[in-house]
């Protein structure tokens, strides 16, 4: 490091009586979130996109595993802090007098607290009025990064929320939905939603292991499934069968699992999946394999691999997970958002004790799909950008990749938006009521956005800059 660079040190504020109003563009410091299924140290764009900032006071460890990075979030759990410089004067090392240097100093305030103090300025009257009750920003912005996969899941819709949240106040802990799009940044793998009925016939036909899971416990079991699943009950048929499989006991579930990974290991791709051939065959055998080292003998190795869609993207391409789907990401790396709540129902790739069976039966939507309608496609936006904009109305995206030398007008939104650097460098020139100025954007910033501020994005290097805003109700 050169020996004029200035050393940073960070203060708090939490009186919300005299904080100052904030300018329309302001850096945030985000909370870091470390689980078992992230990446360890540096190979995790979490550690990366913070080290990137040195004001933010960022230190790792190389064997934790950083899982998420929570962005301009006012939930509690994970609020985000403003980040507001200052300067003093501080003596050099040796202590000369003479030898004064800038010290960069930071102020960080909560933004709940900010936004108690100007809640019509950094909400604006439109989300205000859509969501009187409410202090928050209406959507939970992360960077994730999976270095192995998270639990097979489904959320409540809001109508089964109120009802969860009545009944189980300690569980299901708010009223809200939560679905979610995501984003990749990298290659990334996940299952989402229920295979077609055609290719679920043909896995619990041609798979002896996955058969018996599915009837272990009816004492009729039908002859031709397909019709069992299309026909008459077709969807209280399937929950049955989901429901069997959840349900059948840790040996019945180790006894498959290890019958089917002998038969993996020991017989050609193709005889142990005689419905498939060639790669799938191949894709199928390693999908297998690979969620049983991750959650040895785990019910979910069965769900996920012959149940759910299997996905692999590549940086650009999104997915969309309504509200009641299921879905498991694998791995890899995203821009994830959401509506906020903390209800979610498990049962797969974690400890039985942490599952909810009869819920997530209740709960899950059996529609079945290929996995390319789980997509969510991108829509230009301006010269250099693409929206992803899901059918509710909490959260868009927007992705930009601005050229060296060139400028994206952004324009302003009715709602807040936080935004955040993965790449390059360039400044973010914003107008609003008036005033104007600009902020320095390089990898790992991350900004709040107050609703209505025009914005351009200047690339002094190729910039790849995401934003999270809320648009309005239609």
Known sequence: MASDATTTTTTSSSSTSTLPKPPPIFQLA??????????????????????????????????????????????????????????????DASGSSSSKKKKNTSTTVDIRDLISSHREYLLGKELIRAFPDSNEVPFLFKILSAGRALAIQAHPDKALGEKLHALYPDSYVDTNHKPEIALAISKFEAFAGFKIVDELVAAVDGVPELRRLCFWDQEIVPRDLGSYLREGQGVAAFKQMLNSVLAAGKQVVEEAAEGLLRRCETEEQE???????????????????????????????????????YLCVEPGECLWVPADGIHAWLQGDIIECMAVSDNVTNVGFVPREERDRKIFVEMVTFKPSKAEEQILEGQKWGKFSMRYDPPIHEFSILKSVVPKGETEEIGGFVGPGVTIVVEGKGMLRWKLGGEEGSVVLSKGKIYFIVPGTETAIESDEELEVYRSTWEGID
Do not use: I
């Open 271 to 309: 005889k142990v999946f005689p419905f498939v051939a060639g790669e799938k065959a191949r894709e199928l055998v390693s999908l297998f394999q690979r969620t049983n080292e991750m959650y040895p003998k785990d019910v979910g190795c069965f769900v996920a691999v012959f149940f759910m869609n």
């Open 30 to 91: 985000c909370p870091v979130q470390t689980y078992p299924t992230g990446k360890q140290g540096t190979s995790s764009p979490v550690v990366t996109l913070q080290l990137g900032t040195p004001e933010v006071n960022f230190t790792y460890s190389s064997t934790e595993r950083y899982a998420e990075l929570w962005l301009g979030s006012t939930h509690k759990n994970g609020p985000a802090k403003a980040l507001f410089p200052s300067s003093s004067s501080s003596h």
